[in-house]
């Protein structure tokens, strides 16, 4: 693993190239479902959030590891 992300970072892998499907995070379900099927070759999916969904999972990550998160109850 970590080869492969030294050659990331200086352009040896191009990792858009390995993203076949591109799907909004609203759509995860369909993203989920497209690998899962296997109707389609799919090589990477990649989930893309909005500005504003980016900054609420840094708070809740930021609280998370404060100690504040929500408890997960089973």
Excluded: C, N, W
């Amino acid at each position: 693993m970590e080869e492969f992300l030294r050659m990331v970072s200086i352009g040896r892998v191009r990792i858009d190239r390995l993203t076949t499907h591109r799907f909004p995070f609203e759509r995860a379900l369909e993203a989920y479902d497209t690998i899962l099927k296997g109707k389609q070759p799919v090589l990477g999916v990649l989930l893309i959030y909005d500005e504003k969904d980016r900054e609420r999972g840094i708070e809740e990550g930021e609280k998370v590891r404060r100690g504040e998160g929500e408890k997960i109850r089973r």
